[in-house]
C-alpha cells in the first residue's frame, strides 16, 4: 500500500516540477509549483511527518505561493516576452554540471544504512500520542533557543521586505 | 517495500531539476521558485531520514528551513518588485551593474 | 673621589641630553652656559682626581674603577671602566679644560646662528666622546669613545650643512678616519687573539710574556694601531681630511682639530708604548712617518693664504713631531707637546676667528694687512700663540719642542736634521701669517673696513687665558735641573717600562750629557729667531719680495700651494674606482635587478588580475554557475576519496 501510494505521488511531484522548470508562462509555472507542493506534503504524511504536512501546506503552498501570484499579477509579468537568450550555451554548462551531481550522489545511496537515532519520533506509540505532540515536546525543551532566533530572523525579513518594496517618491533612493 | 534510498532518489532528482531551473530560466520569479523546489526537496529529504532514523529532529529542523525560505522569499520578491520598478524588466541578465 | 670618575664623561653627556632633547625653547644664553657648565664640572672633578692622585706615591698612580660590565661572553669581558693614571689624568684635563674654555668663547662666535642648539649639543657630545676614549681602561671602550668623536667631526665639520663644500669636507673626514679605524680594528682582533682580553692593565701586564721582542705579531699589531692612529690624527697618507675640516666652524677646528681629537692618535700610541718598544720596526715607521710628515706639512703651509688652512698645515705638521717623540721613545715628551700644543693651537685658531669676526668672514690673508691697532687683543694674544708654537723662550713651545728635538738628536741625528727644518719652518710661516694679518700695509677693502671691531669680552677672556697658558705651560716641563721637570717626573711611571726595554736594546749610551742639551737648545732658539726674521723680511720691510720668489720658482711653487695634488691623486687612485664601482652597482643592479623584482611583481599581479576580471560578469546566474562547479568538486573530492 505505501509502496503503491509513494510511487503516485511520487511520479505526481516529479512531473510537476519538471514542468516548473521548463513550461514558459510564469502562472504556469507557480500552478504547477502548488501542485508540487501538496505532493510533497502528500509524502510527508507518507513518512509520519503529520505536523509537517499540514505547516507545509499552510504555508507554503497557502502562503508563499500565493505571494508569488500576488507578485506576477502585481507586475503583469504574465505578458512580458524575454528576448534571445544570448549566452544559452553557457546554461548547457549548468545542466550538464547539475546531472553529474546527481549521477555522482547516486552511488552512495545504494550503500545507504541509516545508524543512530535517537528515537524521539516514538513511532511504536504511534497510535497514542500525536506526530504534533512530538514535535513539541522536542522544540520546545532542547531547541528553544532557536525557535526563538527564527522570530527575530522573521522580524528581520519583514522590515528589509517592507523598505524595499515601498514605492519611492520620485527617484531619490533612501537610506 | 520502500526503503530510505527511494526518497532519497527522488529528492535528489526534485533538487537537480530545481538546479537547472536557476541555471536555465532568466526570469527572476522562476528563479526564485526554482530555489523554493531545492529547498523542498531537502525538506523531503530530512523527513525521509527522521522517519527511518527514529528521531524526531529531522523534522524540528524542516520547521526552520520552512521559517528561513518564507522569509528569503518575502525579501526576494521584495527585491524583484524593486527591480522591476527601476529596470521595467525582470530579465536576470540585465541586472548586470555589477560587471568589470 | 676616584669613586667619581665616571661623571666626567657624563656632565657633557647630560649638557647633551638637555640640550638636544628639551633645548628648544632655551634662550641662546642657556643654551651655551649649559654646554659650557657641563664641561667645566667635569674638568673640576678631574682637577679633584688629579689632585688625589699627586697625593700618591709615584708607583701606585693607577686606579681603575669599573662601573659596569658591558660585554661577557665566553673570554671575552668587557667592563665599562676609567683608568686613572697620569697619562689619562692630563689628558682629560687638557680635553675638559681647554674644552671648557672654547664652550664659552663659542658662546660669542656662533652668537645669531640659526643652529646654536645643534652646535652646542655636538660640542657636549664631542667632549663626552673624547673623555670616554682617554678614560677608559679597555681597547674596545676606547674604540667607543674613537668612532663617537670621529662622527660629532663629521656633524660638526658639516655643520653648515647647506654649503656643499662643507657635507663634502664632512664627509671625506668621516671616510678617511674609517680607513685607519679598520687598521686599529684588526689590530684589537690581533690583541684579542694574543692576549684574550682588551683590558690595558691585563694586556700591558702580560705583554713580555706573550710576545716576543721585535716578533712579527707584535710588529703587525702595532703597525695597525698605527694605522688607526695615521687616520686620527691626519699624518701620512690619511691626513687629507684636515685641511678641508676648516669648513667647520672656528670653534669646532680649535677643539677638535687641533686641541683634542686630532691628538687621541698620540694618545693612543703613548698608552701602547709597551707594544710599541717591543716592536723597534714600528717604532722607527712611527718616526719616520712623524717627521715626514712634520716636514711635509710645513712646506705646504708656506703657501697657503687662508689664514686657517695655515693653521690646518701647521697641526698636522706639530701632529708629527709627537708622533716623531714617540716615535724616538720619547713618550713623555710627545704629551707634554700634547698639551702646550693644545694651549696655543686651540689660541690660534680662536684668535683667527676672532680675526674672520672682525673682519665679517674675510679669510684670506692677502686682504687682511696693519689690523694690529684696530683689534688689539686679538693681535697680541695671536701673537703669543705665535710665539710659541716657534717655539721662542719662555714660551712652552719652546721647552716641549726642544725636548722633542733633543731626543730625536739623541735617537739619529737625521730625525734632528728633519724636525730642525721643519721648525724653521713652523716659526716661518707663523710669522708670516702674523705679518700679513696685522702688520704691513692695509690691503683690507673698504666695505670690511668700516666694520672692523674688536671681538665682545666673551670671546677675548678665552684668548687670554689660553695666552697665559701659552707664556707659563712650558715651566712645567723644564729639562735639566732636578725637580724642575714636574711633567717629566708625573708620566713617567707610566713610561717606565716601555723606556726599560728601549734602554735595553739600546746600542748607544744615553748618557744624559747636560752640555748637549744647552747647545740644541741654543739652535733651537736661534732657528726660531731667524724665522721670525726671515719673515719679518719678506712680509714687512720688503713686501715685494714674496711676489719675486713665486715668480722665480713658479712650478715648485704651483706644486707646494696645490698640496703636491695629493688629492688628486687619491680620487685618481682610489675614490673614483669605487665611485664607478658604485654607480655600476646602482644602474646594473640596484636599478635592474631589485627594482625589476620589485617592478615585476606588481606586474604579475596586475597581469592575473587583467586576467581574472573576466570572470566578473555581473550576471547573476554566472555565479551561481561557479557554487554549482565548486559544489561540485567538493563533494566529488569527498565521494571519490
Redo the contacts between chains.
Sequence with gaps: METVLFYILGTITLASAFCVVFLQRPIHNVLFMIITMIGIAGLFILLHAEFIAMVQLIVYAGAVMVLFLFVIMLLNLDQLRLSHDSRAARRWVGVVAAVGLLVLVAPIFRAFTPRGGTGTLMLDKAGQISNTEVVARELFTTYLLPFEITSVLLLAAIIGAVILARKRSGKTAKG | ??T???????S????????????????L??????L??ML?AV??TF???????????G??I???V??????????G??????V??QRG?????E?????? | MTDLVWLIPVFPLIGFLINGLIGRRFPEKAIGWIGTASVGASFVVALFIFLELICMAPDSRSVQKIVYTWMLSGDLNVPIGFLMDPLSMIMMMVVSGVGCIIHAYSIGYMHGEVGFRRYFSYLNLFVFNMLILVSANNFLLMFVGWEGVGLCSYLLIGYYYEKKSASDAGKKAFVVNRVGDFGFLLGMFLIFVTFGTFNYTEVFGAATEKLTQGGTMVTLITLLLFVGATGKSAQIPLFTWLPDAMEGPTPVSALIHAATMVTAGVYMVARCSILFAMAPISLTVVAIIGGATALFAATIGITQYDIKRVLAYSTISQLGYMFMACGVGAFASGIFHLMTHAFFKALLFMAAGSVMHAMSGELDMRKMGDLRKKVPYTHWTYLFGTLAIAGIFPFAGFFSKDEILYYSFQRHEGFWIVGAVAAIMTSFYMFRSVFMTFYGQSRVDHETAHHIHESPPIMIVPLMILAFLSLVGGLVGIPIFEGLNRFGDFVAPVFAPAKAIIEHGAHHDGHHSVSMELILMGVSLAIAILGLLFARWMYVSDPGVPERVIQKFPRLHKLVYNKYWIDELYDFLFVNSIVNFSRFLWKAFDEAVIDGIVNGTGAVVRGWGNALRWIQTGLVRDYALSFLVGVLVVIGYLVLR
Excluded: C, K, P
Excluded at chain 2, 520578491?77 to 524593486?82: E, G, P, R
Design positions: 517495500m520502500v530510505l534510498q527511494h526518497y532519497l532518489f527522488l535528489a532528482a526534485l533538487f537537480t531539476l530545481g538546479v537547472i531551473g536557476v541555471m536555465f530560466r532568466r526570469n520569479i522562476v528563479i526564485l521558485m526554482s523554493e523546489l523542498n525538506n523531503l523527513i525521509a531520514f527522521a522517519r527511518y532514523l527514529g528521531s524526531v529532529e523534522q524540528i524542516v520547521l526552520f520552512m521559517v528561513v525560505a518564507a522569509a528569503e522569499v518575502a525579501v520578491l521584495a527585491i524583484a518588485v524593486t522591476f520598478r524588466s525582470i530579465n536576470v541578465d541586472v548586470n551593474l555589477m560587471r568589470w
